[in-house]
């Protein structure tokens, strides 16, 4: 077991995921490894378009084909690289990633973002990425993708850490700031 600490941040797409992880690592010093950044990044080298559509087969393909836990499986590769105790990983979607981190790390604490649909579709058009879903329906749609590939059991997992994200910055700021000292997480 790899003696390094992972803090697994997930959640529904526009939850807040990669605003909660960028906030620990400005506070706190700690790299963060985005999934989603290693699903692009394999999409890219086997050319496939970045459209929401392609994204969301690809993704489905590439689990089908390697296993439910192979996203894991690409950022423990990236963590490896990273020369620091405590590392945070951006958008955990299965049970089964979860349990990889689980036998590689030491410790894995799981934060769960929470945001209203609506929430949700506002930030995620806001972010202008050509994957993002641009209605209600394409959201709902994605958000079924996700659920069923296993990110409703993460979500539901009892030793996860709920932070629902409805607020404004400071707000999330705060939440962070708490639950990093009741884990008696501080900075490097």
């Not at 489905?60 to 590392?87: D, F, Q, S, W, Y």
């Not at 799981?110 to 649909?117: D, F, M």
């Not at 030793?159 to 900075?187: A, P, T, V, Y």
Request: net charge negative; proline share 2%.
């Amino acid at each position: 077991m790899k003696n390094k600490t992972l803090i697994v941040v997930t959640g529904l797409p526009g939850a807040g995921k990669s605003t909660v992880s960028k906030l620990i690592m400005e506070e706190y010093d700690f790299p963060v490894v985005s999934m989603g950044d290693c699903v692009r990044e394999e999409a890219k080298k086997r050319g496939i378009k970045e459209d929401a559509k392609s994204m969301q087969e690809f993704i489905v393909e590439l689990r089908k084909e390697h296993g439910p836990g192979i996203v894991a499986e690409l950022t423990i590769n990236k963590i490896e690289e990273l020369n620091k105790n405590l590392v945070i990983i951006d958008g955990l979607r299965s049970k089964e990633e979860l349990e990889i981190f689980r036998k590689t790390f030491n410790k894995v604490l799981l934060l769960v973002i929470v945001a209203s649909i609506e929430t949700r579709l506002e930030r995620l058009s806001r972010r202008r990425r050509a994957d993002d879903p641009k209605t209600l329906e394409e959201l709902r749609t994605r958000d079924e993708v996700e659920l069923n590939i296993g990110l409703r059991d993460v979500i539901n997992d009892n030793e996860g850490i709920k932070i629902e994200n409805e607020g404004d910055l400071q707000e999330l700021k705060h939440n962070i700031r708490k639950i990093m000292e009741k884990l008696e997480l501080s900075k490097e």
